[in-house]
C-alpha cells in the first residue's frame, strides 16, 4: 500500500497547531506501543494534567469489551487522551457519545458526512470509519480520570477486512491531509467537548448527537454475546447515554454495557 509523505507525526508540530485550551495538554507521540489506552491507564495515579499518546503504530489496540483493534502501519490514526473531569464514575455514561459527537463533527467539518451509530462508533457509508473506547479510574483528589482512546481508520487494505470479517470505511482525503493538522483539529475538537461535559454533563451534547444519528428512525436489534435482547425503533438517546427504542410492550432504554447495535 502506497503511503503518503504527511505521514510524520511531530508532539511540537501537533502543539503549535492548536487551539489556546489544548495547548494545556502534554502531547507525546511513539513509533510504537502495544496500547495507548493501557499506557495511560497506568499512569493516571501520577498524572498532573491531560494527555495525548499517539502512536504511529499500535500492536495490541482494545475495542469495547476487550475486542482487540486490529491496525495497518501507517494506515490509521491511534491515539489517546487522559482527561481529568470532576464528575464521579457513574455519572460518565454519557461520555463515550459525547466523545462521539465531537469526533464526528470535527470529521464532517472535513467533509466527510459520518455519522454515529450507538454507542461509540463512527460510519461513513454505513461502515464503521472509528471506534471509541473509554476507560476511567477515580482520582485521589476527587473526580475521575479518564482515558479516550479513538482508532481512526484512514487506509483500509484488503487484507484487514478480512482479518476483521466485514467492510471497513476509510478516509482517503484524510490520509492526504498532514497528520499534525489532523490531530490538532481533532484534539481541539475533542478539548472543546470535554471541557463542556465537565461543567453541564451530556444535556448540551445530546441534541448533537441525535442530529447525527445513523439509525435514528430505523428498527434495529439489540445483541447481548450474539442473542437479541430487543427489537424496536430507534428513536434517539437519553441524558444517560441510553438508546431509547420503541418496541411493540413500549419504550425501552437501554444501557450501553457490552450490547451491541445491529439494523434489523
Known sequence: MQLNKNLELNASA??????????DV?????????????DLMTRLLHLSCPVM????????????????????????????????????????LGLPLAVGVAL????????????????????REGKKLAGILVESAAAGNGGTW???????????????????GRSLADAPWLAQMDRNVLLAQILNALVQALTQFG??????????????????????NILD??????????????????LVLQTE???VSVLAGDVSLRPA
Open 14 to 23: 501537533i502543539e503549535r497547531l492548536c487551539d489556546a485550551a489544548a495547548r
Open 225 to 242: 454475546r450474539d442473542q437479541i435482547v430487543h427489537t424496536g425503533i430507534a428513536l434517539g438517546v437519553d441524558l444517560h447515554g441510553c
Open 146 to 164: 479518564v482515558v479516550v482512546g479513538i482508532g481512526l481508520n484512514l487506509q483500509v487494505s484488503d487484507e484487514l477486512e478480512v482479518q476483521v
Open 104 to 123: 464526528a463533527e470535527c470529521l464532517n467539518v472535513l467533509n466527510q458526512n459520518v455519522t454515529l451509530k450507538w454507542p461509540n462508533d463512527v460510519l
Open 199 to 220: 461543567e453541564q454533563g451530556f444535556a448540551p451534547l445530546l441534541p448533537r448527537w441525535n442530529a447525527l444519528h445513523a439509525y435514528a428512525g430505523q428498527t434495529v
Open 26 to 38: 502534554d502531547i507525546e507521540v511513539v513509533a510504537e506501543t502495544g496500547s495507548t489506552n493501557a
Open 249 to 251: 410492550q413500549g419504550q
Open 53 to 92: 499518546r499517539v502512536a504511529v503504530n499500535q500492536t495490541a489496540g482494545r475495542g469495547r469489551a476487550g475486542r482487540p483493534w486490529l491496525t495497518v502501519p501507517g494506515g490509521m490514526l491511534t491515539f489517546s487522551l487522559a482527561w481529568h473531569l470532576p464528575q464521579a464514575p457513574h455519572n460518565l
